[in-house]
């Protein structure tokens, strides 16, 4: 109840809406539509079949409007940060993904992101034209309280569904990180995106729009546990929606199957107890239905012959078109029957099946004829439809980390399922949105596994956790915070793991103190990722059309030493690494008061420089040197004669 009296207009709209929803685009009255449904005229403007929203044309400007942010190393937070190859970056992910696009364009394998649903209590950065110029929110962005933290109120929105561009806004948001994303996957990349009902319609054009419709792979349904408030229809999924940069580099995507792997090791294990094929396929059948549940999908991987464990697969083909030819039955001497639509493999192909002993024929030609397919040939399919109970995924993670901090995770193993099928050993793996950290978790247990050494990038706003919730009780200021310490716990609890004790037997001092050094030597080992934060660029940057009476002297001083008062040397490298091409794990050595990254393949000069240091690095033959100008400062000589012989030596020189 408030004190306004009743709107009029508002009420007729809502009684409009009620007879006609089709006049009606989030929740605004489309003029265009009304026209159309009551009159004769009818003439949609730029009418073609495309996404459009209110915004469009500003998030596409603030996709392209270039950043000069760059990102601080943070050692003291971070697990082996001169050696670790993972990253976890702090900051608002639009510009992060900007940040990345010169050092690691083209070098994704995955993407694997859980955006916000959109669901009406979701708060997110969006560009809104409705309230603001890109520059107003370039501006808002870089808000930060007292200790560094982005301001909740400043940068985060909430996009209610009483808004009038509630869908429109959402787009705006996720419009210029997916087309960034895009530039940053490899050819062959693939991204996977988590989402519910409110926007998979939206997503789906949007993709087709970014990636292309011909790019699409598949809408999976991931079945989860019912709703505990349903409305008309309990909802018990959402989706995981996957497309790739090239289609065309794909074929199905398959995986080894745990399940298969534990009938083999009951075979291997049968097989030198029982003397024939027969008595082993009975004692593995009885096995088998013993664990029924734990082995579905591949229960029928029950018959046994000398070659192992196999199936009786279909001959028939799916479709009509198939193979059609003789096959004699080796009892009867008679041509076996042929399945209505054909053969599914041609002549050639069968006859060696036959030849081979992988064929089962009937007791007669009157019995289809089936093609054995072996159980070490078998592989599990990237399925449309699974099952995950995300409750399992709390509790793991509540398990990790001593308390409930975290509601509604992703689940880590349904996670690492889906990296099993698309990132091999040595691929990078990007989540831009890494809420608790699930995909890093993912990746470390993958690689785990299958002794990989896949990486992974995760970005995550500073967001700030309630004051009330459970992590900030817990001391966990930001979201950030959480994924962090999540990364931690899991590498601990990996190397744990690994290094569990072994009894030993200790004869002498000496051997005591070789084990004390390998146990030190091993702790070294293992994970760790490197953290860093978005920051605004360590140098200054000239911008002439702000030059006055009142500035050209604050203006001139830019000019003459861009660096930041605050800007420290590590930040500085970094960001030139960044800045030319390089990416934040390249290796780096610190000799002589030089940087030499990549194996030596550009040098920065950060401290001092003189004529020793030019011989060094002529002698070390880099690709570039990149120095700052103010090392050169009063003498002029010193650079001139850099310049001349760095060019004789086919060494590019940059001063900054």
């Known amino acids: 109840m408030d004190g306004d009296s ?119 950065v969006y560009p809104d034209k409705f309230s603001e110029k890109k520059e107003d929110y370039l501006k808002r962005i870089g808000e930060k309280d007292e200790e560094g933290n982005l301001m909740k109120d400043g940068l985060f929105r909430k996009n209610s569904k009483d808004s009038g561009h509630f869908h429109s806004n959402w787009l705006s948001m996720m419009y210029p990180r997916l087309f960034l994303a895009k530039n940053l996957l490899r050819d062959d990349g693939v991204i996977l995106i988590h989402i519910d009902d409110n926007e998979i319609h939206n997503l789906r054009l949007l993709m087709n729009e970014i990636f292309g419709e011909e790019n699409f792979i598949s809408q999976v349904v991931i079945e989860t546990a019912t709703d505990n408030n349903p409305s008309l229809i309990a909802n018990e999924h959402e989706y995981l929606l996957v497309y790739c940069k090239n289609k065309s580099l794909h074929s199905v995507w398959k995986k080894d199957s745990e399940k298969a792997d534990r009938i083999k090791q009951k075979y291997a294990e049968l097989k030198p107890v029982w003397d024939d094929p027969q008595s082993i396929q009975i004692e593995l059948r009885k096995w088998i239905n013993q664990n029924k549940e734990s082995l579905s999908g591949f229960l029928h991987y029950n018959n046994v012959d000398e070659k192992g464990v196999f199936h009786d697969a279909d001959i028939a083909n799916p479709k009509f078109g198939g193979y059609f ?43 289809l004829i089936k093609p054995k397919k072996r159980l070490e040939d078998s592989k599990e399919s990237f399925r449309s439809v699974i099952y995950n109970d995300g409750r399992a995924a709390s509790k793991r993670l509540s398990d990790l980390m001593g308390r409930d901090i975290f509601k509604f995770p992703k689940d880590e193993l349904l996670e690492k399922s889906f990296l099993e099928f698309v990132a091999d050993k040595n691929d990078i793996i990007l989540d831009f949105f890494a809420g608790s950290g699930t995909t890093a978790h993912a990746v470390l247990e993958q690689n785990k596994t299958d002794n990989g050494n896949r990486k992974f990038i995760l970005v995550q706003l500073p967001e700030l956790c309630e004051e009330k919730s459970e992590a900030f009780k817990a001391g966990y200021k930001t979201i950030a915070d959480i994924s962090k310490e999540r990364i931690r716990r899991v590498i601990k609890k990996i190397r744990n793991e690994n290094n569990k004790p072994e009894k030993l037997i200790v004869k002498s001092s000496k051997e005591l103190t070789d084990l004390l050094i390998a146990n030190i030597e091993k702790e070294s080992e293992g994970p760790g990722f490197k953290v860093f934060k978005l920051i605004p660029s360590n140098f200054r940057i000239w911008r002439g059309s702000e030059i006055n009476a009142e500035n050209l002297l604050q203006q001139l001083d830019i000019f003459t030493n861009p660096v930041n008062e605050t800007g420290s040397a590590q930040g500085m490298l970094y960001e030139l690494m960044l800045k030319s091409g390089y990416s934040l794990t390249d290796k780096v050595v610190f000799a002589d008061n030089l940087y030499f990254v990549n194996d030596g393949e550009i040098v920065i000069a950060l401290h001092n420089i003189n004529e020793s240091m030019i011989r060094q690095v002529i002698v070390t033959n880099p690709k570039k040197l990149i120095a700052l100008d103010k090392l050169f400062a009063g003498n002029d000589q010193l650079k001139t004669n850099t310049m001349l012989q760095l060019k004789d030596a086919g060494i590019d020189f940059k001063t900054i």
């Open 6 to 124: 009743l709107d009029i207009v508002q009420t007729n709209l809502e009684k409009l809406k009620q007879f006609l929803p089709e006049l009606f685009a989030e929740d605004q009255l489309d003029w265009e539509k009304l026209r159309a449904t009551f009159s004769n005229d009818i003439n949609f403007s730029n009418e073609r079949y495309v996404l459009n929203w209110a915004g469009k044309s500003d998030a596409f400007k603030i996709l392209q409007v270039p950043t000069t942010a760059t990102l601080q190393p943070q050692p003291e937070e971070s697990i082996h940060f001169d050696t670790a190859e993972n990253l976890f970056i702090e900051g608002e992910n639009l510009e992060v993904l900007k940040v990345l696009q010169r050092s690691y364009h083209g070098k994704i394998k995955v993407i694997c992101i859980d955006p916000p649903y959109n669901t009406g209590s979701d708060s997110f």
């Open 325 to 367: 030819y003789e096959v004699v039955h080796p009892v009867t001497g008679k041509a076996c029957k042929i399945p209505e639509k054909g053969f599914r493999y041609p002549e050639d192909t069968l006859k060696k099946l036959i030849n081979d002993g992988d064929v089962v024929f009937g007791e007669d030609e009157t019995v």
